[in-house]
């Protein structure tokens, strides 16, 4: 009697205990574990809410794929990423993934991992080099496409409106880094053949909310009325820029024509609004790609060396009560 009862017990546990095991594993979008994998990532700080998302997103999908990350935040300094770097070969990561802030002046790091064999994955903007081989790969967007979306949003906007000129101020973000270069080609290759279009000046907003607010005010004293498009190389310093054009005495969206780009869900909720007519969309969510990535490199395996995302433009042409939430 007393056997049997023991038995029901446990073949019961054994069950519960499969159930939960199998829903365990359910859950999980991936099962794989990789605990002997030790990535080293250097971001380079809190700048906007692109920054954070993407910071928000390699913490999720390494923690998603079972890889161990030694995660250092650089707060916008070049030697603090050169730094972290640093202590990422002399604790002897497995690979380093990193978002430069800058395109040059990282070879001498570089050829130090190089040297320690450890692998290294450019995360988002790329970096300027003589030197081969330094890098395995670049995940991060086509910036100069973003840009090129945002000066054809220009020029049909342009045509619907019939404007004959469009003078336009461009607040570009950190100098030298690879989103400033390419956004800044691309819409200046865009429109180049619109003799309508005329950029009256380009000032470095470096990408923070509050040299956006500081670099429209300075260009409202400079031409005022004469401004008819505000082009803004990410949110952060359209959101910055906005009050500024309204303390001056004018409608955002109406009187000026502002165009974003990234898509965090403010941006998207000020599209909404009217205040906002384009934002080019520059995803954040790039570590899926960058976790397979360094796995694939710490088995000794090919990769990619370019990847690149999808990504689409929101404007004033389309239906928008339909955007699903951002995330970022
Ligand atoms: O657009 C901006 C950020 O490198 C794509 O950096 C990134 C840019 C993004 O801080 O908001």
Redesign the pocket.
Same mark, same amino acid.
């Given at each position: 009697m007393k056997l049997k009862k023991i038995g029901i017990i446990i073949i019961t546990m054994s069950i519960l205990m499969a159930i939960s095991l199998f829903f365990g594993c359910q859950n999980k979008e991936n099962t794989q574990s990789n605990p002997e994998l030790l990535l080293g990532f250097s971001q380079?700080g809190s &700048? !906007? $809410?692109?920054?954070i998302g993407?910071t928000n997103d390699i913490e999720e999908q390494a923690a998603n794929y079972g890889i161990s990350l030694m995660f250092e935040n650089a707060n916008q300094k070049q030697e603090n990423q050169i730094a972290a770097i640093r202590r990422f070969i002399a604790y002897k990561v497995d690979v380093i993934a990193f !978002?430069p802030i800058v395109e040059e002046g990282w070879d001498n790091v570089l050829l130090e991992a190089k040297n320690a064999g450890i692998p290294v994955i450019l995360v /988002?903007?790329d970096i300027s080099s003589k030197e081969e081989g330094l890098t395995a790969c670049l995940i *991060? $967007?086509d @910036?100069y496409k973003e840009g090129v979306m945002a000066g054809e949003y220009l020029i049909r906007k342009a045509d619907a409106l019939g404007l004959d000129d469009v003078n336009i101020v461009e607040i570009t *973000?950190?100098d030298n !880094?690879?989103?400033m270069r390419q956004r800044q080609a691309g819409f200046a290759d865009a429109i180049a053949q619109d003799e309508r279009m005329h950029i009256l000046e380009s000032i470095d907003g470096d @990408?923070l909310k509050s040299r956006g607010a500081e670099c429209m005010k300075t260009l409202l004293d400079r031409y005022g009325d004469k401004i008819d498009v505000v082009y803004s190389?990410?949110? &952060?310093m359209t959101l910055g820029a906005l009050p500024e054009i309204e303390a001056a005495g004018f409608v955002p969206g109406q009187d000026m024509i502002i165009i974003s780009? /990234?898509g965090g869900q403010d941006a998207i909720d000020v599209l909404k609004s009217g205040k906002i007519n384009c934002v080019v969309e520059?995803t954040?969510k790039l570590g899926k790609e960058v976790m397979e990535t360094a796995i694939r490199l710490n088995n000794g395996e090919e990769v990619e060396k370019l990847i690149h995302p999808e990504e689409q433009i929101f404007s004033d042409e389309q239906d928008l009560s339909n955007i699903a939430p951002r995330g970022y």
């Open positions: 380079i &700048e !906007s $809410a692109w920054r993407n !978002s /988002d903007r *991060g $967007a @910036f *973000g950190t !880094s690879t989103p @990408f190389h990410n949110d &952060e780009i /990234d520059c954040p």
